[in-house]
């Protein structure tokens, strides 16, 4: 029986190793979750909701924004600093990407199915302009967390799950603003938050 026991020794080790080995995914979490608001319904698209809290880090993702129908795909884009955009042409016309915002790029004018890259270092909104079309518009916002969302057509939104703690919240709008809102984060709880969009001050 002896082969038994070295089976048997084996097992409890390799379940000790993968016991111990496991990382702390019991790290606690908590979600926030909540509606915003405005009086014209369009504008509860959109709306960035992030935690303020910064100091997160930097991240090293792609993302990508598309140029379709003469239009710049998503219009609103919120990413984590260190985060790369790969801006794609759909269309069957050059489209142009420039900014005269923060870091002021032009990456130049590229014909359809090409892509270019930009590595955001820097926190901000930047407005994302094409010189081949006056109307095209799409705003990249550049924050120091990696907890944000944006909300849906109807106003609804949802942050990553995230430690428990008090958080401060920021809401990014192109035409609106609202009050900074703070909220509490309990383990396995999803904290509710009502964000009412107002005319800029
Ligand atoms: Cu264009």
């Known amino acids: 029986m002896k082969s038994l026991r070295v089976v048997w020794a084996l097992f409890v080790a390799v379940a000790l190793t993968v016991f111990i080995s496991q990382p702390a995914s019991a790290t606690p979490k908590g979600k926030i979750a909540g509606t915003v608001s405005a009086e014209v319904a369009k504008h509860r698209a959109n709306t960035?909701?992030?935690?303020?809290?910064?100091?997160?880090?930097?991240?090293k993702v792609t993302v990508k924004m598309?140029?379709?129908?003469?239009l710049f795909v998503?219009?609103?884009?919120?990413?984590?600093?260190?985060?790369?955009i790969e801006f794609k042409n759909s269309d069957p016309v050059g489209h142009n990407v420039y900014t005269p915002?923060?870091?002021k790029y032009d990456l130049g004018t590229w014909p359809k199915?090409?892509?270019?890259?930009y590595v955001y270092k820097n926190t901000g909104v930047f407005r994302q302009l094409c010189k081949v079309h006056d109307d095209m518009i799409a705003f990249v916002v550049v924050l120091d967390t990696k907890y944000f969302a944006v909300s849906a057509k109807n106003g609804t939104f949802k942050l990553p799950p995230l430690p428990p703690g008090k958080y401060t919240?920021?809401?990014w709008h192109e035409k609106l603003a609202a009050d900074e809102v703070t909220v509490e984060v309990v383990e396995g709880k999803t904290s509710d938050v009502q964000i009412e969009l107002k005319a800029k001050k």
């Open 74 to 84: 998503p219009r609103v884009l919120p990413i984590q600093k260190g985060t790369t």
């Open 48 to 59: 960035i909701v992030y935690i303020k809290d910064a100091g997160q880090g930097t991240s």
């Open 169 to 171: 919240l920021g809401v």
């Open 66 to 70: 598309d140029q379709r129908g003469l």
């Open 101 to 103: 915002d923060g870091d």
């Open 113 to 117: 199915g090409q892509s270019r890259k």
